[in-house]
């Protein structure tokens, strides 16, 4: 079974440009398109390697245009084409996944996309791309590159432990963060890395561009 390091996934959510898209284009090595994803994908002169889900989102027109492409329908209405993605890519050993298209539009759509990601966070690095910002679900140490002075937002979604900040304006050495706390929200780079570390949870860590 082909496996996969880095995977682009783009959804439906919104327009994108193939400005927007070009960088992450670069950087992967298959790019899978969650059903009405692939419609966007085209209109950005994207072609998907694959495109899957329940496929009642496709447009005929992309039906036509992508007749080499990897169709992967999945019949589970309890599940959405997200999650059909990510577990899809689970199963393919994927490393990295970068999100685009999921952000936007509905607010209920935005809040349950970033929700599905729990339980793939700990399984692959995932980076939701929005406009202007990034998101990452963490359960473990990472560091960031950012500009010098860009917002930085920690939205537990569950209760962490054990949580330390480096390089940030206002700091933290082995906290604790409740579910629903708004302490560390909108703090700031001071540098151009700063780190995360948690001992125990799910943090989202917005990033700003």
Excluded at 24 to 43: E, K, P, T
Excluded at 53 to 74: C, H, M, Y
Excluded at 77 to 90: A, F, G, I, R
Aim: proline share 5%; charged share 20%; glycine share 8%.
């Amino acid at each position: 079974m082909k496996t996969f390091r880095h995977a682009l996934l783009i959804g439906n959510a919104k327009p994108l440009t193939s400005t927007e898209l070009k960088p992450w284009i670069q950087q992967a090595d298959f790019v899978l398109a969650a059903d009405g994803g692939a419609n966007r994908a085209l209109q950005a002169g994207i072609r998907p390697h694959a495109v899957i889900g329940d496929l009642d989102s496709v447009s005929s027109r992309t039906r036509q245009k992508l007749p080499a492409a990897s169709w992967i329908f999945v019949d589970n209405q309890n599940n959405t084409d997200l999650e059909k993605s990510l577990t899809y890519l689970c199963t393919h050993g994927c490393k990295r996944c970068t999100l685009v298209g999921f952000s936007g539009g509905r607010m209920d759509f935005t809040l349950g996309n970033l929700l599905a990601l729990y339980p793939y966070a700990g399984k692959m690095d995932l980076c939701v791309i929005g406009d202007g910002w990034k998101i990452y679900p963490l359960r473990k140490r990472k560091t960031f590159t950012v500009r010098p002075g860009a917002r930085i937002s920690l939205l537990p979604l569950t209760p962490c432990r054990g949580v330390t900040l480096t390089g940030l304006e206002f700091p933290l050495t082995n906290t604790r963060l409740p579910l629903g706390t708004t302490r560390t929200l909108s703090n700031r780079a001071v540098k151009s890395r700063f780190t995360v570390r948690l001992q125990s949870g799910l943090l989202l860590v917005y990033v700003e561009d």
